[in-house]
């Protein structure tokens, strides 16, 4: 498992909407629902369409592309729950938000 990497302050993250964050080269959707936050991967299964761009509604992203939806908790997808993104760890230190990749 990787170490954590720093994404940015808590401010530069708009409840009710994902933000694309660059971890170890690897494409992370980073959502903010609340005081919460949630990374998944950025690309979605079907034709790799953005996450982060998605229409959020609760706890679920709807690709933008092609309406593919993932549970963003949890990465998984909605249509078929057996399959999903994978989910990564995140930690927030005093305003610092990090992200640790799970693979």
């Not at 409840?15 to 950025?42: E, P």
């Not at 729950?81 to 005093?94: I, L, M, N």
Request: glycine share 12%; with cysteine.
């Amino acid at each position: 498992m990787s170490e954590f990497v720093s994404v940015g302050r808590i401010g530069d993250f708009v409840s009710g909407q994902g933000k694309m964050v660059t971890v170890n080269g690897r494409h992370v959707a980073l959502f903010r629902l609340g005081d919460d936050f949630y990374a998944i991967d950025n690309l979605c299964l079907h034709k790799a369409g953005p996450l982060c761009e998605g229409f959020i509604d609760n706890d679920v992203v709807t690709c933008p592309w092609h309406g593919w939806s993932y549970e963003i908790r949890t990465g998984t997808l909605v249509q078929d729950p057996r399959v999903g993104v994978s989910k990564h760890d995140v930690r927030v230190e005093g305003e610092l938000v990090s992200v640790r990749l799970t693979d």
